[in-house]
């Protein structure tokens, strides 16, 4: 648990917390794989979010998820990236979550997330919670606590 004058200054800036899912890059799960490697690689991401249809959050994939399926035993086949689907390919057991500002379970998570996906009830997709911001008030919280 975390001590609650450090959740206070942890918290102070919790709007930022979450990126809103307007702004965030995603790719459908129907979409080509040749389609989501070029929204991976023009907005230099290493991962992004996968949706439906209905903005429903459906898992994440990246580049290496991409290349990975390309190979074959002495190349990589260039032609599969048409054939195949995200949803061939993503992964869909990443972790998501319900609450942008639980800065607790948040701060496990993004041990080995750069990203985690924030989604309602209903699994819609509502935005992303990224380390970098989470990381921007541990460095406001250690700053600052004391004074």
Known sequence: MIDQR?????LKNK????IPASLVATVNQSNSLDHAFLVLTKDRY?????VDNKNHY??????????DRLLDTQRINVNRL??????DVMQTDAPAITDPVDIEENLHLLIDQSFLPVIDK???FCGIVTRREILKA???TVHTFGK
Do not use: E, P, R, Y
Not at 6 to 10: E, G, I, Y
């Open 6 to 10: 450090l959740q206070t200054l942890l």
């Open 15 to 18: 709007h930022k917390f979450m």
């Open 46 to 50: 290493a991962k992004i979010v996968v």
């Open 58 to 67: 459906c898992g994440q994939i990246s580049l290496a998820m991409i290349t």
């Open 82 to 87: 048409h054939k195949l689907t995200v949803a």
């Open 122 to 124: 209903d699994n819609n």
């Open 138 to 140: 541990v460095n406001f």
